[in-house]
């Protein structure tokens, strides 16, 4: 008896040791750390004014601006994973197809002096041209590499979108080269306008005004619309909604098509921000478009949305405010690092993404 007792107490230590969460004391040891690690140098930054008001302000309406164009990149992400669960990693690409092949419009505009003369009308045959464009390169990657996989294992779908993605950008890269080409200026484009006492950019107000736009006029359509109903139902239950009557492939189709067209619209916002493109430009933003729907909760629109914004403006005056403390040279160079560490946080607490996933709210 006297030998049992020590190997019953050893029997419930192995026991309780074993259903220890390691995983989870490893990471929110790891949270803390981080936001401990933020907060000081927060502190550090703000106590010692290193950047006036002005400073903040600017670098907040730049963040907005940047993250306006992120969120419409994410909302087509989330729009096709709703439909499908499939992560199209071949998005970025349909991004820079609209914006990349729009440059050629853009020049032959310039050449007739359209953009200085007409600049509404030339924004706008733009933003319809890279709409147009990356709309049919989207449909045309739903039924050549989506559709023959629908009934296939995810992984199978995921893999072929990232074989889309490397056949998109060196098609491109075999059309147009591999140099960066700056778009032509629109001189009424050019300059600064002040809005509710904040000093940003035209080109800034419009990237946006529009985003605003698109994200208003998508919820009208999903919302308010039958074919907008139809997706969600799709959505839901694509076997049950077939048989209710409702065209699902004709479903699957709209729902690619207007992610393509959100992509080409965030193209030229793109451009509108930053002034040039490339074959490789739908990589990065891809990649941090993805990231926001994540953030978001994949699959939910609104909350892809706010995931764009929310990394947009922490990507803009994070690596200043976490960083500019601490002395850490060029903090501006470490924006991802302060991006996907804020994920790494967020998800830790909140995996379903701030707003919460769609299979969390099938669940």
């Known amino acids: 008896m006297a030998t049992k007792a020590p190997e019953a107490a050893t029997d419930r230590r192995t026991v309780l040791l074993a259903r220890l969460p390691i995983r989870k004391i490893i990471l929110s040891v790891l949270a803390v750390v981080l936001v401990l690690a933020i907060g000081a140098g927060s502190w550090s930054t703000l106590s010692e004014g290193r950047i006036g008001g002005e400073g903040w302000r600017t670098l ?58 007409a600049p509404v009308l030339s924004v706008a045959i733009l933003f319809a041209s890279s709409m147009t464009i990356s709309m049919l390169v989207a449909i045309t990657l739903e039924r050549v590499a989506y559709r023959p996989l629908r009934g296939a294992p995810r ?19 075999g059309l147009y080269g591999g140099s960066s080409v700056a778009y032509p200026d629109i001189e009424a484009l050019v ?17 946006i005004l529009g985003a605003l736009f698109l994200m208003v006029s998508l919820f009208f359509f999903i919302t308010r ?8 139902a799709v959505g839901e239950d694509r076997e049950i909604a077939s048989l209710m009557g409702i ?47 994540v953030l978001g909760g994949i699959g939910n629109v609104m909350g892809a949305a706010l995931g764009g914004l929310f990394l947009g403006v922490i990507e803009s005056v994070g690596p200043n405010l976490f960083l500019l403390g601490a002395d850490v040279p060029s903090p501006n160079q470490l924006q991802p690092v302060i991006a996907f560490g804020v994920l790494v946080i967020v998800l830790i607490f909140r995996p379903g993404g701030i707003l919460g996933s769609s299979e969390e709210a099938r669940a």
């Not at 619309?225 to 969600?232: D, I, Q, S, V």
């Open 191 to 207: 300059g600064n306008v002040s809005v509710f006492g904040l000093l940003m950019t035209k080109k800034q107000l419009i990237v």
């Open 60 to 117: 907040i309406v730049g963040g907005v601006a940047r993250g306006s164009v992120y969120a419409i990149i994410a909302v087509g992400y989330t729009l096709v994973y709703g439909i499908l669960f499939m992560i199209n990693f071949a998005h970025g690409e349909v991004f820079m197809a609209g914006a990349f092949s729009t440059l050629f419009v853009a020049k032959a505009l310039d050449e007739n002096g359209l953009l200085d003369s």
């Open 225 to 232: 619309t039958k074919r907008g109903r139809a997706m969600r």
């Open 247 to 293: 065209d699902v492939d004709r479903v699957i189709v709209t729902t690619f098509a207007i992610g393509g067209m959100l992509a080409g619209a965030a193209g030229i916002l793109f451009v509108f921000v930053f002034n040039q493109v490339n074959f490789f430009m739908g990589f990065v933003p891809g990649i941090k478009a993805f990231t926001a729907a």
């Open 155 to 173: 992984l199978i779908p995921l893999i072929t979108a990232i074989g889309a993605s490397l056949f998109l950008q060196n098609t491109f890269l």
